[in-house]
């Protein structure tokens, strides 16, 4: 049986690829979604461009796991000497725009709850959610799915992780910034320029150090990403506007950034643009996390941004593929990753259900 879904999910994924799907359009992708679950006669629901479905013999009484990815792509970048749009196969190695991120990870799980759909008995409920506009932290993905869906206990993000245990994540405040000055004609004297009052500000930036390290994620890490001011090239502007990239550790809430940034940054204005893309983990005393280990996976602290940012239970981050191919030209995925995938999957939630 293992066999046969695993060979079904590769071809899921080649249909995957063939489909344009970028954030908020992933309409043609959900279908093809929607066809597997029909197939395998798994009553589902979709809504918008989000499928999900629970197992056949779901118990209230009973606490929920979530598996969860997502079939939303980023636009290809130039850099592409393939086909983005189509699946091809070499050396092992299948290519393709969202082959591994996270397409490998997405036909895994589907496979794997596959796999358990049927079973009667088992110790957690399963809910898989095939989600949409994860890679643009989108209003109509997973975040939309939590008051829909059954309450989830903990949950399974398929990213890639190499099938290792992500057991924590670092979460995402994007700040905007004004640093002010004295506006004037660039012809006269002003010890108040903007842009030059800025130096200090970005060298405070490129200093700084919060206080809390987390041993598995490190320190919180803090870039201006970017930096916009004035209009024309003889006059002064009254202000420069500064974007700032705080990626957060688990010592912190993202409240807490806020509230420490406002305070202390020479900044004459520093703003948040959302606070819900927190941190998140999983105590390495979980039985996910245990049996994980006992599977002979590694754990580690993730610095990249995914689903997990709008979960608040416990949740681990794991997939086939590797990260660091993830938006890369010529993106691929093995072959060999996404069979070892499920295996490990169904493995990992044996020992758990």
């Known amino acids: 049986m293992i066999q046969d879904l695993t060979t079904d999910a590769i071809d899921l994924l080649k249909k995957l690829i063939e489909t344009e799907s970028f954030s908020s359009e992933e309409d043609k992708t959900a279908a093809h979604i929607e066809y597997w679950f029909r197939r395998h006669n798994i009553s ?35 850099g592409y000497t393939k086909d983005p749009f189509k699946a091809i196969v070499e050396d092992g190695k299948l290519y393709g725009l969202g082959s591994n991120d996270a397409g490998g990870c997405l036909v895994s799980l589907i496979a794997t709850f596959t796999y358990f759909y049927n079973e009667r008995d088992l110790k957690y409920n399963l809910v898989i959610v095939a989600s949409a506009e994860e890679e643009s932290s989108g209003d109509n993905g997973l975040n939309s799915m939590l008051s829909i869906i059954p309450k989830v206990d903990v949950a399974i993000v398929g990213e890639p992780t190499l099938m290792n245990l992500a057991v924590a994540e670092k979460g995402l405040v994007v700040f905007d910034a004004v640093v002010k000055g004295t506006p004037s004609h660039a012809a006269h004297p002003n010890k108040d320029n903007a842009i030059y009052n800025t130096i200090s500000v970005l060298q405070w930036f490129k200093d700084y150090k919060f206080k809390k390290a987390s041993p598995v994620l490190g320190d919180v890490k803090m870039t201006v990403t970017q930096i916009n001011a004035g209009k024309q090239h003889n006059a002064v502007p009254a202000e ?78 794991l997939g086939p593929g590797d990260s660091t191919r993830s938006h890369s030209a010529d993106e691929f995925i093995y072959l060999d990753e996404i069979e070892e995938g499920i295996k490990i999957y169904i493995e990992l939630l044996k020992k758990v259900l």
């Not at 999983?282 to 039985?287: A, Q, R, T, Y």
Request: hydrophobic content about 30%.
């Open 44 to 78: 589902y629901t979709r809504t918008k461009n989000n499928v999900w479905a629970t197992n056949k013999y779901f118990d209230e009484s009973k606490p929920t796991l979530l598996l969860n990815s997502h079939h939303d792509t980023v636009k290809p970048n130039n």
């Open 240 to 317: 420069v506007s500064l974007v700032v990239d705080v990626r957060v550790n688990d010592k912190y809430s993202n409240k807490e950034i806020v509230e420490i940034l406002q305070k202390e940054s020479p900044c004459d204005s520093i703003m948040p643009r959302s606070l819900r893309l927190n941190s998140s983990s999983i105590p390495l005393e979980h039985n996910l996390v245990k049996a994980g280990l006992e599977l002979g996976r590694t754990t580690y602290g993730s610095p990249t941004l995914s689903d997990q940012a709008v979960l608040t239970c416990p949740s681990l981050k």
